[in-house]
């Protein structure tokens, strides 16, 4: 079992920076692909980004690319998302997950792990 915790979140204006991280204990995740999603109020939970078991293949969603950075530390066993240029349309709750496969995706079931979130807000 793994277990994934997230922290980082916060509140922060429009055009600020925050730096998810995601920590990973019960076994190393060095092996698996992980990914971060996010729900914001009355909205599905949705693909942000993703990253392979090494590191080297990322992928994004087209509303973030270019202004947040997936990464992952495997001698830490975590993962972090770096945020920049924050919107208001941001603003949602941020799962890490991780996958028990090395290749990444953005398809969410495909994950067999996942945090409980932290709160990240983008005020105007």
């Known amino acids: 079992q793994v277990q994934l915790v997230e922290s980082g979140g916060g509140l922060v204006q429009a055009g600020g920076s925050l730096r998810l991280s995601c920590a990973a204990s019960?076994?190393?995740?060095?092996?698996?692909?992980m990914g971060w999603f996010r729900q914001a109020p009355g909205k599905e939970r949705e693909f942000v980004a993703s990253?392979?078991?090494?590191?080297?293949?990322?992928h994004y969603s087209d509303s973030v690319k270019g202004r947040f950075t997936i990464s992952r530390d495997n001698a830490k066993n975590t993962l972090y998302l770096q945020m920049n240029n924050l919107r208001v349309e941001d603003t949602a709750v941020y799962y890490c997950?991780?996958?028990?496969?090395?290749?990444?995706?953005?398809?969410?079931?495909?994950?067999?792990?996942w945090g409980q979130g932290t709160q990240v807000t983008v005020s105007s």
């Open positions: 019960g076994r190393t995740v060095s092996g698996f692909a």
């Open positions: 990253i392979n078991w090494s590191g080297i293949t990322t």
């Open positions: 997950a991780s996958r028990q496969d090395a290749l990444p995706t953005g398809t969410q079931a495909l994950y067999s792990y």
